[in-house]
T-cell receptor
Framework: KAGVTQTPRYLIKTRGQQVTLSCSPI?????VSWYQQTPGQGLQFLFE???????NKGNFPGRFSGRQFSNSRSEMNVSTLELGDSALYLC?????????????FGPGTRLTVT | AQSVAQPEDQVNVAEGNPLTVKCTYS??????LFWYVQYPNRGLQFLLK??????LVKGSYGFEAEFNKSQTSFHLKKPSALVSDSALYFC?????????????FGKGTKLSVIP
């Protein structure tokens, strides 16, 4: 079974621009979560989508948004980029059954804002 | 609100010696607990999880963790450390029965295995 894929792997943008990141979950996983990882703040939850609906959102400004498509693929968008948005953005794919709970992460997208 | 504490920013251990990376958690209900490892410039790699059942959980690459409900701990252990185990380790928790799949992570512990 293929793992979680994220594209692109690396991005360099300038302040004020916007960016879109993509995540394809593991086949059969309907939930996708996004996290931001920075050296200072660690891993912070951005938002979670399940069956195309945003189910939970972290404490981030409205510049951060996302969506999920009917095939469970998800995108996140950051508008009006700031230097502080430089981070590793991680996508996680999850499934919960009566027997188990699984959450697997993709390799991440490294965003650098200059 | 749920939280995770990893009290050590860094753990150093000699190759071949046993290693322990500590984790304590706080949740309102029953926890789902996880350990992930991260190598430089990579995503998080799943090591092991505790959902229910035996308190001793065995995972990938010879790692194991013991769930201790009374001490609210979930320490990661390995009997004999390898240099290749050097990486950043994260403990995470999710409250069972929660409507969201959101995980709350600790700050991470950098493990250095010295040859």
């Amino acid at each position: 079974k293929a793992g979680v894929t994220q594209t692109p792997r690396y991005l360099i943008k300038t302040r004020g621009q916007q960016v879109t990141l993509s995540c394809s979950p593991i086949s059969g996983h309907r939930s996708v979560s996004w996290y931001q990882q920075t050296p200072g703040q660690g891993l912070q939850f951005l938002f979670e989508y399940f069956s195309e609906t945003q189910r939970n959102k972290g404490n981030f400004p409205g510049r951060f948004s996302g969506r999920q498509f009917s095939n469970s693929r998800s995108e996140m968008n950051v508008s009006t980029l700031e230097l502080g948005d430089s981070a590793l953005y991680l996508c996680a794919s999850s499934v919960l059954t009566s027997e188990t709970y699984e959450q697997y992460f993709g390799p991440g997208t490294r965003l650098t804002v200059t | 609100a749920q939280s995770v504490a990893q009290p050590e920013d860094q753990v150093n251990v000699a190759e071949g010696n046993p290693l322990t990376v500590k984790c304590t958690y706080s949740v309102s209900g029953n926890p789902y607990l996880f350990w992930y490892v991260q190598y430089p410039n990579r995503g998080l790699q799943f090591l092991l999880k505790y959902i229910t059942g035996d308190n001793l959980v065995k995972g990938s690459y010879g790692f194991e963790a013991e769930f201790n409900k009374s001490q609210t701990s979930f320490h990661l252990k390995k009997p004999s450390a390898l240099v290749s185990d050097s990486a950043l380790y994260f403990c995470a928790v999710r409250e069972s029965g929660a409507g969201s799949y959101q995980l709350t992570f600790g700050k991470g512990t950098k493990l250095s295995v010295i040859p």
